[in-house]
Nanobody, 126 residues
Framework: QVQLVESGGGLVQAGGSLRLSCAAS????????MGWFRQAPGKEREFVAA????????NYVDSVKGRFTISRDYAKNTVSLQMNSLKPEDTDVYYC???????????????????WGQGTQVTVSS
């Protein structure tokens, strides 16, 4: 069974930073593209960022480009999302995602994600 365990959410003022982490099993981490989505109450879950299995290629939604950075730590089997210059509109529940098939572009579609973490709340106050 694939498990993704997130940590690092919380409350921060606008302009501040948070770092989310997602731990996965070694097997999952080595074969899957990993990413982050977010979801507000009553809204659809939306793609935020993804990184391929090699760590060489990343993909971001336009609204976070230049502010968020996704990365892999192969020693810890974790994927992280460094979020800087946070805005109130970044307030959401953030979900770690793993996709075993397709590309970073296809991973932007919820249906192409095979496994999800439990979610972690990020709240940005104005």
């Amino acid at each position: 069974q694939v498990q993704l365990v997130e940590s690092g959410g919380g409350l921060v003022q606008a302009g501040g930073s948070l770092r989310l982490s997602c731990a996965a099993s070694e097997r999952t981490f080595s074969v899957a593209a990993m990413g982050w989505f977010r979801q507000a109450p009553g809204k659809e879950r939306e793609f935020v960022a993804a990184i391929d299995r090699s760590g060489d290629t990343t993909n971001y939604v336009d609204s976070v480009k230049g502010r968020f950075t996704i990365s892999r730590d192969y020693a810890k089997n974790t994927v992280s999302l460094q979020m800087n210059s946070l805005k109130p509109e970044d307030t959401d529940v953030y979900y770690c995602a793993a996709a075993f098939f397709g590309t970073l572009q296809t991973m932007t579609i919820i249906g192409n994600v095979q496994y999800w973490g439990q979610g972690t709340q990020v709240t940005v106050s104005s």
